[in-house]
């Protein structure tokens, strides 16, 4: 089964202009007007309004973006540079080191129990699976 796949944008830290965005919305609602486009309709009718403003009316919304970003660095979740969860990805490297010492284990048992029953022959040596010899690191 494939990885799920994770949206890097849903989980990259807000700016400005989105939180301009937000509001612009709130406002142009509350007069009447319905955004059938979504946010890309938004975004057409604010980008007009946010080039005119000066700094000084931006600054509001840069405060608010980069309480955003503390937020997100406080209590937000790792990525990595693909958008991946660390916590995905440590998941999976612990499954595959678990899956790694089953084996281990499993043909380490085997062989022990060979050679306490004076047993090991080639019956015994055709059941543990050399493919996966080449994979483990033995100790």
């Given at each position: 089964m494939a990885p799920k796949k994770y949206n890097?944008?849903?989980?990259?830290?807000?700016?400005p202009y989105y939180f301009f965005?937000?509001?612009?919305?709130?406002?142009?609602e509350a007069a009447g007007h319905i955004f059938r486009g979504g946010v890309h309709e938004v975004q057409q009718r604010a980008?007009?309004?946010w080039n005119t403003m000066t700094n000084a009316q931006?600054?509001?919304?840069q405060k608010m973006a980069q309480e955003h970003r503390d937020w997100l660095r406080e209590n937000?979740?790792?990525?990595?540079?693909?958008?991946?969860p660390l916590t995905m990805?440590?998941?999976?490297q612990k499954a595959k080191q678990a899956k790694?010492?089953?084996?281990?284990?499993?043909?380490?048992?085997?062989?022990?129990?060979?050679?306490?029953?004076?047993?090991l022959n080639e019956t015994t040596t055709d059941k543990i699976s050399l493919r996966h010899m080449p994979r483990l690191k033995l100790d």
């Open positions: 890097k944008r849903n989980h990259q830290p807000k700016g965005m937000m509001e612009f919305k709130k406002k142009q980008s007009p309004y931006k600054e509001p919304y937000g979740e790792k990525y990595t540079s693909q958008g991946i990805v440590e998941a999976e790694g010492d089953l084996i281990k284990n499993t043909i380490s048992d085997m062989l022990d129990k060979a050679v306490a029953n004076n047993d």
